[in-house]
């Protein structure tokens, strides 16, 4: 220690003063200290390695769904021993640390290797000192790593993305990162204290799992980056999506609107506002699936499943307005007065009581087909006889008062039958048979669209993954 005090003698000299601060007379001690190695690795033996270690605590996260970042603000906490910048604090009041510019001395130069960004945010930090040699570094830096965005569950997707470490310029057998050890000996990945303590609430992400890992090589993870063969300290976060706004604004509107397109079956054929719902939803799906591109835009490496439910939705609204525009045409047939096929009343009866669609009207029409059918089949003059012939047997004729008697009889039968022609129902209008079509089909194709909208809900509403 005897350089220390001759040091802090020259220091009173050069100043002229002998009452400078002890903090200061240690400054200069440990200037003139840092200027006999300069950059150069703290170590007398030049075998030896440095140990340094390096922790983060997390301030904010945030992902940059767009360009596959993820962007952290962090305190980076570096810890290593300094041969050289010992003291003893007798011969400085008992001063066991202080601070000086990190320009002084060698710094650790672990570095993020998968980082998405060639500027590197940080604030200039002094270098706390102590007695025993021990250098603690306390910096506040921004982050922007590479991490690849999986959005197919959005919006309760879950991410996966690393930090790796590495120094540029020392190998593994000069520097030896480690990860940071609290007081308690744990060593710990990021440090959320300060993330859970003020940004836990209003921030969009939730740390979910958390862990850092000291690699010997990064192959052994699978990993190739700028030194696959040199230690590495790897800090994992895995994030997972608030979604109490998000849910409203994308998951909520697509349920309400695909309920909707079923009024397209439920409003009669007769209201020319029929279609226009149907139109209007589809415009409401392609909105809905603009905003979606602009908050979570697809990637090559994965489509957003609610947007693919956005487009199947679009698909079913599609084919609801094909099926109702077939609904209408039959209904409008009957208007035209087009006649109700005889071989379409079986299907339509099997429908309608399929559906619950009344079909009191139908049978009617049944009825008076048949019954106007069976009247037709006798011509009848306008005098009220019948045109028949005489039956021949062999060639023979009937005497003429078994003729007479026969004629008579089939008289009394014709007037008979005219008599009661009067009592035979009217058939219904020919329209009826076509609206009875309709309505089934309505129903039948109301059944259908409920289904694929089911089986869309099923296939492609993003579920995530609430298991980490």
Wanted: with cysteine; glycine share 4%; proline share 5%.
């Amino acid at each position: 220690m005897l350089v220390g005090v001759l040091v802090t003698l020259l220091t009173d000299y050069s100043y002229g003063q002998s009452d400078i601060s002890i903090e200061s007379k240690l400054q200069s001690y440990l200037r003139v200290q840092a200027s006999k190695y300069g950059s150069a690795r703290p170590i007398k033996e030049q075998d030896a390695n440095v140990t340094v270690w390096f922790g983060l605590r997390l301030i904010q996260v945030s992902i940059d769904a767009k360009s596959n970042l993820m962007e952290t603000s962090v305190w980076v906490r570096q810890k290593w021993y300094d041969q050289y910048l010992t003291w003893n604090a007798s011969d400085f009041n008992n001063q066991k640390s202080t601070t000086i510019p990190s320009d002084w001395v060698w710094t650790p130069d672990l570095t993020l290797v998968n980082t998405g960004s060639t500027k590197d945010s940080q604030r200039t930090a002094m270098i706390r000192v102590h007695s025993d040699g021990y250098m603690w570094w306390l910096q506040h830096r921004m982050f922007k790593s590479a991490c690849l965005i999986d959005l197919t569950e959005y919006p309760y997707d879950t991410q996966d993305c690393n930090l790796w470490f590495q120094s540029m310029s020392n190998p593994s057998g000069d520097l030896d990162p480690r990860t940071y050890k609290l007081k308690s000996g744990d060593e710990v990945g990021f440090d959320l204290d300060t993330y859970l303590s003020d940004f836990k609430k209003a921030d969009e992400w939730e740390v979910v799992k958390n862990e850092s890992i000291r690699c010997n090589s990064p192959r052994e993870h699978g990993e190739m980056l700028m030194f696959s063969s040199r230690a590495t300290l790897r800090y994992s976060l895995t994030l997972r999506r608030r979604t109490g706004f998000t849910a409203y604004l994308l998951i909520v509107p697509c349920i309400v609107l695909g309920a909707m397109s079923i009024l397209v079956f439920v409003l009669p054929p007769e209201r020319p506002d029929r279609h226009a719902i149907g139109t209007t939803l589809m415009t409401s799906f392609v909105l809905l699936l603009l905003i979606l591109i602009n908050t979570a835009p697809p990637s090559a490496a994965a489509v957003p499943k609610l947007g693919l439910l956005y487009a199947a939705n679009i698909f079913i609204v599609i084919i609801s307005l094909s099926l109702s525009s077939i609904v209408v045409n039959m209904s409008k047939r009957g208007e035209r007065g087009t006649p109700f096929p005889r071989y379409f009343i079986k299907p339509t009866k099997l429908l309608a009581r399929l559906f619950c669609v009344p079909i009191h009207t139908l049978v009617s029409l049944e009825n008076a087909l048949q019954q106007s059918l069976f009247v037709m089949t006798l011509s009848v003059n306008k005098d009220g006889k019948s045109e028949a012939k005489i039956p021949e047997e062999n060639g023979m004729t009937d005497s003429v008062p078994d003729i007479l008697h026969s004629i008579n009889r089939k008289l009394d039968t014709i007037k008979s039958s005219v008599t009661d022609q009067s009592s035979v129902p009217v058939p219904p209008p020919q329209g009826t048979g076509w609206k009875t079509l309709a309505a089934a089909l309505d129903r039948l194709f109301m059944c259908v669209q409920c289904t694929l909208i089911v089986l869309a809900l099923m296939l492609f509403y993003p579920r995530g993954d609430f298991s980490v």
